[in-house]
């Protein structure tokens, strides 16, 4: 299982960016995949969440409404498209998924906030 993030950087607040991760080794249309986050002393916390297929998805309070979770089970890719950003967006994005009794993550991508 490979999980490859990209997209990350440098953003003023109220802009935009937008997150994906490529992902190869296994069959990607089967699982649902998610994003995390982390900040420096905190614990790596769920942003958002796609099923299988595309049809349900979920998201923390915090980023409900701002980002936008996607999948392209074509391509083997997942998105996150992260508008009206705050500094307190401001993280290591990873990609994730849960296969086989194990969790597999990214490298992760860094998206800082700030003006």
């Known amino acids: 299982v490979q999980l490859v993030e990209s997209g990350g950087g440098l953003v003023q607040p109220g802009g935009s960016l937008r997150l994906s991760c490529a992902a190869s080794?296994?069959?990607?249309?089967?699982?649902?995949m998610r994003w995390y986050r982390q900040t420096p002393g905190k614990e790596r916390e769920m942003v958002a969440t796609?099923?299988?297929?595309?049809?349900?998805?979920n998201y923390a309070d915090s980023v409900k409404g701002r980002f936008t979770i996607a999948r392209d089970n074509a391509k083997n890719t997942v998105s996150l498209q992260m508008n009206s950003l705050k500094p307190e967006d401001t993280a290591v994005y990873y990609c994730?998924?849960?296969?086989?009794?194990?969790?597999?993550w990214g490298q992760g991508t860094q998206v800082t906030v700030s003006s």
């Open positions: 080794g296994f069959t990607f249309s089967s699982y649902a």
């Open positions: 796609i099923s299988s297929t595309g049809g349900s998805t």
């Open positions: 994730y998924v849960y296969r086989g009794g194990l969790k597999y």
